[in-house]
């Protein structure tokens, strides 16, 4: 069935690292891919989206590009501050206005 | 700023009590969806509602969980009776029809002595 695997966590880094959280889907149809973010004691927020093959979500300086050939969905950002702190989440879309989400990648930044 | 409201924010009951969770979707958003987050699972659909009709609550144990909308303003999710497995963030999230991209309220924090 469809599914979403993120890289796991926790990830670490110092202020101003560079970063990349790794996402793949299950290649059925082509889905709407979706980067959300949790931070602590709250819901869920859009972060960043992309609908078709080749175009790149951003927001925040986060950047995602839709890779058909690799069915992958990376997030990157190019210098990490300690209020980027929060749980990410991957998901693809379902069909039917569902999204399936991947497990969440916990990333702690470092003064 | 429209934001998806949840009610209550955090609740501690006893075994065997009813809990009731209560959302408020964004005004106009017509899809609404209940999703469960734990530690060992993950986040996990329980059930969604398009217009107020349920469309898939496969995700719900169906012997002690109902979701209903009683008017498109206001979703809930009920427990009765609980149990400590129940122990969880609940959250609620909406959307536009046709739009894929969903709206989540804050969580209701469930802990089940």
């Known amino acids: 069935g469809d599914s979403v695997t993120q890289m796991e966590g926790p990830v670490t880094l110092s202020e101003e690292a560079f970063l990349t959280i790794n996402c793949t889907y299950t290649a059925t149809g082509y889905p709407s891919l979706f980067w959300y973010v949790q931070y602590p004691g709250e819901g869920l927020q859009l972060l960043l989206k992309?609908?078709?093959?080749?175009d790149k979500g951003s927001n925040k300086g986060f950047e995602a590009t839709y890779r058909k050939e690799t069915t992958s969905f990376h997030l990157e950002k190019g210098s990490v501050q300690v209020s980027d702190s929060a749980v990410y989440f991957c998901?693809?879309?379902?069909?039917?206005?569902?999204?399936?989400f991947g497990q969440g990648t916990r990333l702690t930044i470092n003064p | 700023d429209a934001r998806v409201t949840q009610t209550p924010r955090h609740k501690v009951t006893e075994m065997g009590q009813e809990v009731t969770m209560r959302c408020q979707p964004i005004l106009g958003h017509n899809t609404v969806f209940w999703y469960r987050q734990t530690m060992m699972q993950g986040l996990e659909l329980l059930a969604y509602?398009?217009?107020?009709?349920?469309?898939?609550d496969s995700g719900m144990p169906k012997d002690r969980f109902s979701a209903e909308m009683p008017d498109a303003t206001l979703a809930t999710l009920k427990i009765q009776p609980s149990e400590p497995r129940d122990s969880a963030v609940y959250f609620c999230?909406?959307?536009?029809?046709?739009?894929?991209?969903?709206?989540f309220g804050p969580g209701t924090r469930l802990l089940v002595l």
């Open positions: 999230a909406s959307g536009l029809l046709g739009a894929e991209t969903q709206y």
């Open positions: 992309a609908t078709k093959a080749d």
């Open positions: 998901a693809r879309g379902q069909g039917a206005q569902k999204l399936v």
């Open positions: 509602f398009r217009n107020r009709a349920p469309l898939d």
